[in-house]
């Protein structure tokens, strides 16, 4: 069944996309249902990148059709100011009974963007709160992505994000990233070398003093530079060094959350409990935009003090803890209670490790990475063209019935977790068939 392509393709301002390239012609979806995109044109895709890291479960899920059709016809709408409706505090119990304690509470947002925020302003209110106003520097690291607002942009650390943005927030420092392609090229899972790297935080410390800075915030994982791995080691001495000098320690799960790694979380999978979690994506199955900053009751009980008629903090968003949104977490959490799927990763994970490390060899390949369902294949970039042998890959791939995602010169793959052993054989095939005819 063809799908019109609409007549007027220019007021859409496509986000991260090259605009005259997509209009000139467009790559319009349809429908969506399992692993499977469907084109306007009547052609399937597999999904490699679950959408945007965020549709875990697959689509189409009827369970959560029918949860955000019930519960748009029966509270569409309700403000979380001073009122409140009974799944905000289900889903906020919910979540924070699939992470230990001291993870005992949940503020809720729209987006990634929007909890990487929440998160930076309480990490800064809550060193006020408990009389350490001094320490407002924020810490995060080369190639980190934290969204798009000012303080993710800020603390990230991808130039093409923030070049155009001029200044930025002042009081931000970055660690160096993680990658060594000298000594880690093409390494199963964590790397061996580089767990030295969380040295640098000591040096941005001690450069600073402890009294001045407020929070460190890493993504486990780093998905959206390009998959980089964190070295064995490396994050225990993070969360080592921000104890010993009374630094928060925020976890970024916007990908690695809801079994991206397969584990729940990053927080079970490296077994560091961090101050704060944000997660978004997977959080509703990618249907219903939603966001959730995971905080400790030491965190949390710093803000509850004072009159109980005031305000604790002047911080939230009219779609904070949305009925619509809660329904559809709720839904989600469910399937992935069903069938297992925040800890399938070791089932797959191993088959879609050997499946990726099979394309060594072929032309331009200069690293794969891979960890949980999450894989990368680096590609060495044309001179003085960088991005575009992998974007030339990217559209390769689309004509030979796979979406995925690129990054600079990188492939990154990120299956919805319902992934079977033969759609990675497919997906793995056709990177390799497109590889192999790459200019
Ligand atoms: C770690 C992290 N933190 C924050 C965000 C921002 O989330 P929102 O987009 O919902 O505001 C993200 C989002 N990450 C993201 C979003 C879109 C595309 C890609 C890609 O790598 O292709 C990655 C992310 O990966």
């Known amino acids: 069944m063809n799908v019109p392509v609409p007549n007027n393709l220019e007021a859409f301002w ?122 407002t520097r924020l810490i995060g690291r080369e190639r980190g992505y934290h969204g798009v607002n000012f303080g993710g942009i800020s603390v990230g650390g991808i130039p093409t994000n923030r070049k155009f943005f001029g200044s930025l927030l002042t009081g931000v420092d970055h660690m160096r990233h993680t990658h060594d392609l000298e000594r880690n090229a093409f390494t199963r899972g964590q790397p061996e070398y580089g767990a030295e790297f969380a040295d640098e935080l000591e040096r941005i410390i001690y450069l600073h003093d402890a009294s001045n800075i407020a929070a460190v915030i890493v993504e486990p994982m780093s998905g959206s530079t390009g998959v980089l791995v964190p070295p064995k080691g490396y994050l225990e001495r993070l969360r080592e060094i921000c104890t010993k000098h009374d630094i928060l320690l925020i976890f970024d799960e916007v990908i690695t959350g809801f079994g991206r790694l397969g584990a729940p979380f990053a927080v079970d999978y490296f077994g560091i409990v961090p101050d704060m979690v944000v997660t ?20 949390y009980d710093a803000f509850m003090t004072g009159p109980e008629h005031a305000i604790e903090l002047f911080h939230g968003y009219t779609y904070s803890a949305h009925p619509v949104a809660c329904a559809a977490s709720m839904a989600t959490l469910d399937i992935y209670a069903k069938e297992g799927l925040l800890t399938r990763g070791p089932e797959l994970a191993q088959y879609f490790e050997d499946a990726l490390h099979s394309l060594k060899g072929l032309p331009h390949v200069i690293d794969i990475r891979n960890i949980g369902l999450v894989g990368a294949i680096e590609l060495r970039p044309i001179d003085g063209e960088p991005t575009k042998r992998a974007f030339s890959a990217f559209l390769s791939a689309y004509e030979k019935g796979v979406m995925m995602r690129t990054t600079g010169d990188i492939i990154a793959l990120s299956p919805p977790l319902i992934v079977t052993k033969e759609q990675i054989d497919f997906l793995v095939s056709v990177i390799a068939d497109v590889l192999k005819a790459l200019p």
């Not at 189409?60 to 016809?73: L, S, T």
């Not at 060193?127 to 106003?133: D, N």
């Not at 978004?280 to 965190?299: D, F, Q, R, W, Y």
């Open 14 to 135: 496509m986000p991260f996309t090259a605009n005259r390239q997509f209009k000139k012609a467009p790559r319009l979806l349809a429908s969506a249902s399992g692993m499977y995109y469907t084109t306007v044109d009547g052609r399937k895709l597999l999904d490699a990148a679950a959408g945007l890291w965020c549709v875990n479960a697959g689509h189409g899920r009827r369970e959560i059709v029918e949860a955000v059709a019930n519960q748009v016809g029966e509270l569409d709408y309700a403000p979380a100011f001073q009122m409140g409706h009974p799944k905000a505090f289900e889903l906020a119990a919910r979540l924070t009974s699939m992470l230990p304690k001291p993870l005992d509470h949940v503020f809720f947002t729209n987006s990634g963007s929007e909890s990487v925020e929440t998160a930076l302003k309480i990490a800064l209110a809550y060193q006020r709160a408990r009389g350490k106003g001094t320490k």
């Open 280 to 299: 978004a994506k997977g959080i509703t199955n990618g249907v219903i935009p939603m966001g959730a900053v995971l905080c400790s009751s030491e965190i």
